[in-house]
């Protein structure tokens, strides 16, 4: 029986040799290009290279890897392979990974850097958004903070674009493929003028309220979830006016043109032109919604990211963040 010379695992199979990778970045990068602009001369303008430099680095990737990446019909660009839509998703997460690398490797890892996009929904974000830009930046001043207002289903497709790392958003209407933290918990109320029949209540119901005019927050989801609610008591509002601005709403019910229902609960009863307004519970008591941060599950979050979400919840648990929302944060972090 022969000696073992180390040729060979344990289990008696050929030991392979680690080897260096035959293929660059900068050919993966242009890989990338050529698949998510369709064709070689856009890709070529979007990297500032030749189109025979291009070309010759995905024809240079077939070669190394075996097999076909591309399809390439004249006057129709290019088409992916299976093969080369599991290189285009792979390779994405390679270059993301060597830039991480590249910010982060100056400082021993020891200090955050590079660019962190975060998006929020838009009645949400004056009352998220301050406190964590503020007290992000402040820890890590390295990283390089931008944010986007937007609608739901907005944000949701930039997240998916790779246009954003996170997102606060309602949970309510989310798409499939979305992991998540819950921030806190809002619970809807009823905006009231200060001279309305209802305003030295306690609490109002919503059959109370059906038969005034109603001043309706229409930018869903909120609107889809405020109808629910009326939907659930049996009862239909009476919708004077629609807007898709949370301050103009707000700034019609202090001019007594009408109630209105809202989540989000800024810390003050004042409108934009100083007048007033009463806040009142509804009963019986609606269902709490879940404010939640999230991203694409099939993304892996770079350490920016990891680092927003791990503040965003512990500031939002402090009742910084979420300081005037309806309803008490919740403290359960739990990711799904």
């Not at 001369?41 to 189109?51: D, F, I, N, P």
């Not at 038969?211 to 659930?232: G, K, W, Y």
């Not at 404010?291 to 009742?319: H, K, N, S, Y």
């Amino acid at each position: 029986m022969d000696d073992d010379d180390g040729s060979r695992t344990a289990g008696g199979w050929p030991r392979k040799e680690l080897s260096v990778a035959r293929y660059t970045l900068r050919q993966l990068s242009y890989f990338l290009a050529v698949a998510e602009t369709g064709t070689i001369s856009a890709a070529a303008l979007r990297l500032h290279a030749s189109q025979s430099a291009v070309a010759a680095a995905v024809t240079e990737l077939e070669r190394i890897f075996a097999t076909q990446l591309m399809v390439r019909r004249k006057a129709h660009g290019i088409s992916l392979t299976p093969a080369g839509s599991y290189l285009h998703s792979r390779a994405a997460e390679l270059l993301a990974a060597a830039q991480e690398l590249e910010l982060n490797v100056s400082s021993g890892g020891k200090e955050l850097a590079g660019p962190l996009v975060v998006g929020c929904y838009l009645t949400l974000a004056p009352t998220i958004l301050p406190a964590l830009l503020e007290g992000f930046a402040a820890i890590h001043p390295k990283v390089q903070l931008d944010f986007v207002e937007g609608t739901q289903d907005g944000l949701q497709e930039r997240l998916f674009a790779g246009e954003l790392d996170l997102a606060v958003v309602y949970d309510m209407d989310l798409r499939p493929g979305l992991a998540s933290v819950r921030l806190y918990q809002a619970r809807a109320y009823a905006l009231l003028p200060t001279d309305h029949r209802l305003a030295d209540r306690p609490e109002v119901t919503l059959e109370s309220l059906a038969q005034d005019p109603m001043i309706l927050l229409d930018a869903p989801p909120s609107s889809r979830h405020t109808m629910s609610l009326f939907e659930r008591a049996g009862v239909a509002p009476d919708i004077r006016y629609r807007t898709t601005d949370f301050e103009l709403t707000r700034s019609l019910v202090g001019r007594k043109m009408g109630y209105s229902v809202l989540v989000q609960r800024p810390a003050v009863d004042t409108s934009y032109e100083g007048r007033d307004f009463v806040s009142r519970p509804i009963t019986p008591a609606v269902q709490p919604v879940d404010v939640r941060i999230v991203w694409p599950e099939a993304v892996r979050l770079t350490d920016r990211a990891r680092a927003m979400v791990d503040f965003a919840t512990a500031t939002v648990a402090q009742g910084t963040a979420a300081a005037g929302a309806a309803g008490r944060p919740g403290n359960d972090d739990t990711a799904r």
